[in-house]
Each structure stands twice: as C-alpha cells, then as structure tokens.
C-alpha cells in the first residue's frame, strides 16, 4: 500500500504544483467572463430534441438529406450563432423559410427549459456562488436574448452574474468584438471560459488569458491556443 502511494506521489504533486502556479498567474484577475453553453450549461439535452423537429421539417422540404441525426453530429452546432446550422444544412432555402425553421426550434428550446429538460453542469451553482464573492462575473453567448434570461431565471443563477450578453443585442457580431465594445465596463484583469473556437478567439483578439472546457461541446483541437484548460467546472475553484 505504502508502496502504490509513494509511486502515485510524483504525479498527485505535479497537479499540485501545476494548480498552485497558475494560480499565481491569476491573482490579478478581477472580472470573469463565462461562454453559456457547453460551459455552464448542458446544453444538449433541450436542444438535440428541439433540433430533431427543425431537421425533420427541412428534410420534409427537401433539404438536410445526407445529414444523420445523431448527438454528436448535432453538438457541433452548439455554441455558434443560431443561422449557423440552417445555412449549412439548407443553404439553398429562401431565409423566411430558415427563419421560420429557426424559430420553431428555439421556441421548442425555450420550452423544453419551462418544463426542467435541461440541466446546468454538475457544480455549475456552487462554483458560481464561490466565485461572485471574489470575482465579478459575465456571461456572453452566442445566443438570443429571451432565451438566456429565460434559462438564467429557471436555473436560478442570475444573481450571481454583474451583467450577461447574448450576440443577439449585439446583431450577432463576433464576441471579440463585443469585447471589445463593452471592456471599458469591466474591471481588469479579465478571464475567458469558454469551449468553441471563437471563445479562446475572442480571448486571444482581446489579448485576455482563456480557460477551455474540455467537457463541452467543441473538440479537442479548438482549445488548442488556450492558456488553460479544464475538465469540469469545479475545476475553477483550484485555479482561481
């Protein structure tokens, strides 16, 4: 037994030293900004149903014909902005007629909330609650207004957050851009979590250090060039 522990020793140590300097590194941080979905909140399970009617109704037109439904062909939509997946899949398609596709989707996906579908990550709470004492908190997602004020209020968390951003007040631009825009409300030094490309990229444009969640919704690669990583959401709480 002595044995195995003193075997296992050098590894327990080197996540001990590893967390405990990059916490040095963050001791300046005073704003943190978190991604959504596939951050803080386990997106797919009010969206892979709602989803399903949308692809179902684009195949009934015609469109979305070699696109299998599955979990994980679906996830890669997550997290972009909500035209994305209709213009890949029915490009061809008038937009009143993508609109109206996009529309029924979210609205099943706001329902799906009302009726407790979805569920934030495991932790999501109590690392929030721990994190607003010290730290000032954001959201920005790429997402519409009501539905993340709809999803705040039903999971209960929005009193820990100093201000969200949904993409849609912003007509959709690019979240470095966003960033850029409203940093001046934002005490530095400033963080980014997120789990998508353009996440660690708006981190990167803006010059901010990024933390990527390996357990959301983009692959491996796309976290790539960031500072951090993570594997749960209560990971934060040893880093910072």
Same mark, same amino acid.
């Given at each position: ?8 020793w050098p590894t327990y140590l080197v996540r001990?030293?590893? !967390? %405990? ?35 179902? @109704?684009?195949?009934?037109?015609? &469109? ?14 997550l997290g972009e902005k909500p035209n994305f ?21 979210? %609205? ?41 004020? %709809? ?10 957050? !100093?201000?969200?951003? =949904? =993409? ?33 990229? =708006? ?7 990024? @933390? ?13 060039? =960031?500072? &951090?990583?993570?594997?749960?959401i209560r990971e934060m709480l040893e880093i910072?």
């Amino acid at each position: 037994m002595l044995q195995q522990l003193l075997l296992k020793w050098p590894t327990y140590l080197v996540r001990f030293v590893d !967390k %405990q300097s990059i916490r040095e590194e963050l001791k300046n941080v005073k704003s943190i900004i978190f991604d959504f979905d596939g951050t803080l909140h386990d997106t797919i399970k009010i969206y892979y149903p709602a989803f399903s009617e949308g692809v179902k @109704i684009l195949k009934e037109h015609g &469109y979305a014909k070699d696109f299998e439904l599955s979990e994980d062909n679906v996830k890669r939509f997550l997290g972009e902005k909500p035209n994305f997946a209709y213009d890949l899949l029915a490009k061809e398609a008038d937009e009143d007629f993508k609109i109206k596709v996009m529309t029924h989707v979210g %609205q099943k996906m706001d329902e799906n909330i009302r009726n407790k579908v979805g569920k934030l990550y495991d932790g999501t709470e109590e690392v929030l609650e721990k994190l607003s004492k010290t730290y000032d908190l954001y959201i920005l997602s790429n997402c519409r207004e009501s539905y993340l004020d %709809q999803a705040l209020d039903i999971y209960g968390i929005k009193k820990y957050f !100093k201000k969200y951003y =949904a =993409a849609e007040t912003f007509d959709f631009i690019p979240k470095d851009e966003i960033i850029r825009q409203e940093r001046k409300n934002l005490k530095e030094e400033i963080i980014f979590v997120g789990d998508r490309h353009h996440d660690m990229d =708006a981190a990167h444009k803006n010059n901010l250090r990024s @933390i990527f969640c390996t357990y959301g919704f983009g692959p491996e690669d796309e976290g790539k060039d =960031a500072n &951090y990583k993570i594997n749960s959401i209560r990971e934060m709480l040893e880093i910072l």
